[in-house]
Structure formats: structure tokens, C-alpha cells
């Protein structure tokens, strides 16, 4: 059965296209840094919108028209027909990879026996289907969020059989990303956070989340899973102080609980807008301290203060994003997930596409344009020229650990004239990168 009829797989025509169901730039076969571009940005659909998101906002209805979801009210039987409907779009889309929460794909049950085997049964269907397409899975994940038992959080809950159910949710979780063969695993700290500190034990909270990834990292040795675990960072909603603030705060946990080496980083968008940070910032420190895991692609209204998940459209910030990415030696286990959802009055079929083909194309854009920015240098030979100082002289004393304070007021006293401060060029970087941008 075919669910998208009259919609055919999904074409680069190239910027002079106005066929609004084609690529105007992103043309997956093209080389870029002596890549495909399709290999380089690895898009992946995030089943949580695309199919089940249907438009409820907290003032209205549902307004998605899905008319899937119309052949049958069994939840079990629409999660089968969902399945299909998924990887029918993902193949004309073009999309080579897909991300799931366990109750995205099939229905939570009334027992966690019967929410297991609701599970297996969807399972089996993606697997035929991963097999018949190609289409993989960049990661897998358990909602500890939805259901009101996740009230206080999951594995920062004060009940400690909230703890126990979280942890049996993931424990299945991460078999079904490992049967899928999923490459990576995302941790996103759905509640875990908290109101106020008059009723909350926040030492006694971390060190419990600290417990809970420490119990998967167990596991997954336990059953030779071998998929990157992800922190991803978010600073409020639903919480008002979220754990896992940024990934500065992320990076300084996992540093505290010894878990460095178990965890990288999945930094989404409008996470980091509302951190109150670029995501080229959010992206520079992962890379820094050597844990860039995957990225969520989407974008925020810097208008409005929560999570608008919107697709990415805007080429500067897709540009800088690209070029941290390619800074960092680009991605490993991860990829461009598209943590989006299309605007409750984009309420047709045709949007999923249009959506998706904005945000691709988008990205290719920001490809282009960071490749072209690193191979001439731009920015690094800058950098080269503004830090040169501590290339020689003292600069190599300070960056060697050669010169503690002593030494450095000698050398102070004794110079006459310090050197001249040179200006950051702030306005002609930028307008060169809009240079770049442009073409
Ligand atoms: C919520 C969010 C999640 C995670 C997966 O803001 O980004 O959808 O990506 O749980
Ligand atoms: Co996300």
C-alpha cells in the first residue's frame, strides 16, 4: 500500500527548480571535502514528530491530517501502519537514517510484560523493513517523560520505584536498539531536574542520575552493545532547572561521575538557544573536549522562550553549525537528526515533505559554505594570527607551563613597551562570512 500517492521520491533540480517536492541544493551523490554530501551530514528523521505529533498545543486540538491514522483506532494496528508510513517517507525523502523513543513506535501497555511485547512485535516490522530499504537507525531512546509516574522525573525521581521502572524501561530500550543495530543511544533528561529546591535533594538527585547511566553502561557491556551513548543537553521546559543544562554543565558531570568515556553529546538547536548560547558555541565545547557525539537539527524563535523545534531554514547559523562539525573531523556515530516538527497549521502531508526539504536543503547550503570557509582558512589563519603570541617567546613559556607569576613579573618589569593589542575584526569576519554565504 502506498500512503504518499502522487508524491515520488524526492530529486535535486538544482536553485533554479520551482518544484516545491525537489532538492535546490542538496544533492546527496555530490563531493564536498572529498565526501558525499549525504555522508557528511547523515539526516535522520525523528519518528516522534514526523508520525506521531499531531498538532495539540496547550490551547488546542489535534489539527494534523494523517490520514493513516483514519484506517484503524486499534493502537496497535496504527503503529504497524505508522511503521510503513515511516519508512514510505524516509525512502522518498531520501532520509538514511531515523531516531525513535520506545513509545513512538508502539503503544505503552497496561503492564510492562504487555508494553514489551507490544515493543517486539513493532520491532520485528522496522527490522523487515530496515532490511528491505537500507535505512538505519542513528539512535534509540526510552521516554521517561510522558507517562504521569514521570511526574518528579525518571532516574532523579524521589521515589526509588520510579527509579526501578526507569531503569527496566531503558534496560528494554537499549535491546531493541541493539537488535536494531542502533548506533548510538540518546539520554535526554525528560524530567530530570526540578521546581524547587524547598522539596528537592539535588546532590542526592545527580548522584542518582550518575547511578542510573553508570547501571547502562553495565548493561550494554553486559549484552555487547556497542552504540554511542548521548547526553543531550537542555536547559528548562519541562523542568525550570534542568540537569543537564549545556554542554558545559554536561561536560563537567560526566567528567565528575567518570563518565567521560562512556557519554558524548547529542546537541540540539534550540537547546542551546535557550541555554542562552549559539549552537556553534554549544558545538565548539563538545568538540574541545573531545565528546561531539550527534546533532539535533532544528531551530528556535529567538522571540519566544521555549522549544519551537521548528525545521532549520536560517543558512548562517546551518553554515557555522557545519563548520564545527567539519572542524571536529565531522560525525562518527552521529548525525543531522531532525529533532522538528512541522507548525500546527502545516497541518497537511505535503508539509512533512516541505518541511524536511527546507531543512536539507538548508543544510547543504551551511555545507557548502563551511567547506569552502575551512579550505581557504578563514577563520583559522585568523585565529593562527590573533594567538601567535604564544607561539614564541613568552607565549611559548606561558602555553609550555615552563613560567609561573614570578617569572612572568620579570619578564613584565623588564620590558619598556608591551606589545601593541591588534583589533578582532569582528565586522569584517562577519560580513566576509555573509560573503561566503552569498557566493
Ligand atoms: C526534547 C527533545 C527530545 C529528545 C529525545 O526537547 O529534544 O525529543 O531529542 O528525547
Ligand atoms: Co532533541
Keep these: 500500500m502506498e500512503y504518499f500517492k502522487g508524491i515520488t521520491k524526492i530529486k535535486y533540480e538544482g536553485s533554479d527548480s520551482k518544484n516545491p517536492f525537489a532538492f535546490k541544493y542538496y544533492n546527496p551523490e555530490e563531493k564536498v571535502l572529498g565526501k558525499k554530501m549525504k555522508d557528511h551530514l547523515k539526516f535522520s528523521m525523528a519518528y516522534w514528530h514526523t508520525l506521531v505529533a499531531d498538532g495539540k498545543d496547550p490551547f488546542g486540538n489535534a489539527t494534523m491530517e494523517r490520514p493513516w491514522d483514519e484506517i484503524t483506532t486499534d493502537p496497535m494496528e496504527q503503529a504497524k501502519v505508522r511503521v510503513k508510513v515511516a519508512f514510505e517517507f524516509m525512502e522518498k525523502m531520501g532520509l538514511e537514517y531515523f531516531c525513535f523513543h520506545d513509545r513512538d513506535i508502539a503503544p505503552e501497555g497496561k503492564t510492562i510484560e504487555q508494553s514489551n511485547k507490544n515493543l517486539d512485535e513493532i520491532v520485528d516490522i522496522i527490522e523487515s523493513e530496515m532490511k528491505r530499504t537500507g535505512i538505519k537507525l542513528l539512535w534509540g531512546t526510552a521516554n521517561l517523560f510522558s507517562n504521569k509516574r514521570f511526574v518528579n522525573g525518571a532516574s532523579t525521581s524521589p521515589n526509588a520505584d520510579i527509579f526501578a521502572f526507569a531503569a527496566t524501561q531503558v534496560k528494554k530500550a537499549m535491546e531493541i536498539t541493539k537488535r536494531l543495530d542502533g548506533s548510538g543511544f540518546t539520554f535526554w533528561g525528560g524530567r530530570e531536574g526540578y521546581e524547587t529546591l524547598l522539596n528537592t535533594d539535588m546532590k542526592l538527585e545527580q548522584d542518582n542520575f550518575a547511578r542510573f547511566l553508570h547501571m547502562a553502561v553495565d548493561y550494554a557491556k553486559e549484552i555487547g552493545f556497542e552504540g554511542q551513548f548521548y547526553i543531550e543537553p537542555k536547559p528548562k521546559e519541562p523542568t525550570k532547572h534542568q540537569y543537564d543544562f549545556d554542554s558545559a554543565t554536561v561536560i563537567s558531570f560526566l567528567r565528575k561521575y567518570d563518565l567521560i568515556n562512556d557519554f558524548k553529546l547529542n546537541i540540539e538547536t534550540n537547546h542551546a538557544t535557550l541555554a542562552g548560547h549559539t549552537m556553534n558555541h554549544e558545538i565548539r565545547l563538545a568538540v574541545d573536549n573531545g565528546v561531539l557525539g550527534s ?55 505535503e508539509d512533512l515533505f516541505y518541511g524536511h526539504i527546507a531543512g536539507m536543503d538548508a543544510y547543504a547550503v551551511g555545507l557548502k559554505v563551511a567547506a569552502r570557509l575551512w579550505e581557504d582558512r578563514v577563520i583559522e589563519d585568523n585565529l593562527a594570527k590573533r594567538y601567535s603570541s604564544y607561539k614564541k617567546g613568552i607565549g611559548k613559556d606561558i602555553v609550555e607551563e615552563k613560567v609561573g607569576f614570578k617569572e612572568l613579573e620579570k619578564y613584565i618589569l623588564n620590558k619598556k613597551v608591551l606589545d601593541l593589542n591588534e583589533s578582532g575584526r569582528q565586522e569584517l569576519l562577519e560580513s566576509i562570512i555573509n560573503q561566503y554565504i552569498i557566493g
Design 295 to 349: 546533532v539535533d537539527a532544528n531551530q528556535g524563535d529567538l522571540l519566544l522562550g521555549w522549544d519551537t523545534d521548528q525545521f532549520p531554514t536560517n543558512i548562517h547559523d546551518t553554515a557555522l553549525t557545519m563548520y564545527e562539525i567539519i572542524r571536529g573531523g565531522g560525525f562518527n556515530t552521529g548525525g543531522l537528526n531532525f529533532d522538528a516538527k512541522v507548525r500546527r497549521s502545516s497541518f497537511s502531508v
